[in-house]
């Protein structure tokens, strides 16, 4: 089942939105996640099969474990599916899923909590009708009072669905859900589960099973209108939700996980590349990869690097590789504390990853590019200057271009020697200058172009000798007249 980006994020968004982080995780910041294309990562690994199990899918990218004890427990869960068999059956008690349900879970169990149809107005109403019964038997006239009490019940019971129509279509997939939670605790047994299920269960399970009656002629429908059945056992239904909710989230989001643990042991399966990142909670960040991809680029050319202290500063032309380098190194980190699953070998240490790389104007707040810059970057430094357990990565792109380079070299270098002082840093640039300058703790390395102006996209150790800037101009078919001046 494909699931887009915004019905995937439901499940982390209506989280972060109530200030609660999964245990041993961090959340990415936005600026990161946008410009890493985390959206495009998901899209090429998601073999979930239901909206939870891919809103699971992303939270876990989206909150990378920085707690060896949380990637140690998800393994365990991901080498029992390994088996195709059980993986199979798991799959198979997981059921399929719409995508036009994405939010239905998360906005039941984690929004403000429904507002169920008055008490007062329903006891009035079926009060009026049973009284109305008794006293026809003394004064039959009464029967009329009973018939107009059923039209007035129709009516609520239509202007109800106004206000309950979603959480009723929600409720019916959380019965659903506990169906399915019920059958997968017998095939891959979580007791804690068990006992969330059972003290659940059945309390929803007998107020819905009366929604859940049909007939052909949907006669029984009527007469639930008639009656507030279905007005009642939703208002009870939800109180219960209400009451259970931090139960219910537990159910769901273990069903979510399963889904999302099956889908990444099928990637495994599936990508010869798919490998075990080996990761250490190590003060000293360092990273140790080879035949390093990005997962969502077909046919993409693995690179290797070893950085034991400050990091990388990467050179080249233009379209040479530069970005999708930087892009697969911080996807890389964040699939290995996440999925626990790398596309080429990972051996680093736990970090949490920072990313500022598509950076442009902001007209709706007056800003310039620069002044983005320069807020966007301040929160590296910032979080470089705060002591923290865990060492972050820093991955930018082209730092400080919106302003001159006379400015922007000395900048970039006092930046990036004050972020790699604890931190490991990846950043690419234009400016050779900055090569020059930087400090000698940081590796070179760059991308060559070809003699026919492409590039072999392999990164090779120094500075890039020239940028291709000239090259392409003229392959654009600027004139000579611009062209012998930049000769």
Not at 454 to 467: C, E, N, Q, W, Y
Request: hydrophobic share 50%.
């Amino acid at each position: 089942m494909h699931l887009e980006v915004a019905d995937a994020r439901r499940l982390a968004d209506a989280e972060r939105t109530l200030g609660e982080t999964p245990a041993g995780c961090t959340w990415l910041d936005d600026r990161t996640i946008d410009d890493l294309e985390l959206g495009r990562a998901f899209a090429a690994i998601d073999r979930t099969h239901t909206p939870i199990g891919g809103q699971a899918l992303w939270r876990m990218l989206a909150a990378p474990a920085d707690d060896p004890a949380v990637l140690a427990a998800r393994e365990r869960r991901l080498a029992q599916l390994a088996d195709p068999a059980l993986r199979a059956r798991v799959v198979g008690a997981l059921g399929a899923g719409t995508a036009a349900d994405a939010p239905h879970l998360p906005r039941l169990l984690w929004d403000a909590p429904p507002i169920a149809p008055r008490g007062r107005t329903i006891a009035l109403l079926g009060g009026t009708f049973v009284a109305c019964l008794l006293l026809a038997r003394l004064w039959p006239p009464l029967l009329v009072g009973a018939i107009a009490v059923i039209a007035a019940n129709l009516l609520f019971d239509d202007w109800s669905k106004l206000g309950t129509s979603l959480h009723a279509r929600a409720l019916e997939l959380l019965g659903g859900a506990l169906g399915r939670a019920t059958a997968l605790v017998a095939i891959v047994p979580d007791a804690a589960i068990a006992r969330d299920v059972a003290a659940v269960r059945g309390r929803l399970r007998r107020r819905l099973a009366v929604l859940a009656v049909r007939d052909p002629f949907e006669l029984l429908e009527v007469v639930r209108a008639a009656l507030l059945v279905r007005v009642i056992v939703v208002r009870s239904a939800l109180g219960i939700v209400t009451a259970e909710r931090e139960r219910l989230r537990r159910i769901v989001v273990w069903l979510g996980e399963l889904d999302a643990l099956a889908s990444i042991a099928a990637l495994r399966a599936e990508r010869p590349d798919a490998h075990l990142p080996e990761l250490a909670a190590d003060a000293t960040p360092h990273i140790d990869a080879r035949g390093l991809v990005d997962p969502s680029i077909d046919g993409a050319i693995g690179n290797e690097l070893v950085l034991h202290h400050g990091g990388l500063l990467v050179t080249g032309s233009n379209m040479s590789g530069k970005s999708t380098l930087l892009r697969a190194i911080g996807l890389a980190a964040i699939f290995a504390q996440s999925i626990h699953t790398t596309f080429g070998r990972w051996r680093a240490s736990l970090m949490r990853v920072r990313v500022v790389m598509r950076i442009a104007d902001d007209p709706a707040r007056a800003l310039s590019t620069f002044a983005v810059e320069v807020a966007a970057i301040g929160e590296l430094v910032r979080a470089a200057t705060e002591r923290d357990a865990v060492p972050s990565l820093f991955v930018i792109d082209e730092p400080f271009h919106g302003t001159n380079p006379t400015v922007r070299v000395p900048i970039v270098v006092a930046v990036i020697e004050l972020l790699a002082a604890r931190d490991l840093v990846v950043a690419a640039t234009h400016d050779l200058d900055v090569a020059t300058r930087l400090d000698t703790s940081l590796v070179r390395g760059f991308f060559d172009e070809l003699p026919d102006g492409s590039f072999d996209r392999t990164l090779k150790p120094g500075v890039a000798r020239s940028s291709n800037a000239v090259a392409i101009l003229r392959r654009a078919g600027y004139p000579a007249a611009i062209l012998d001046r930049l000769a």
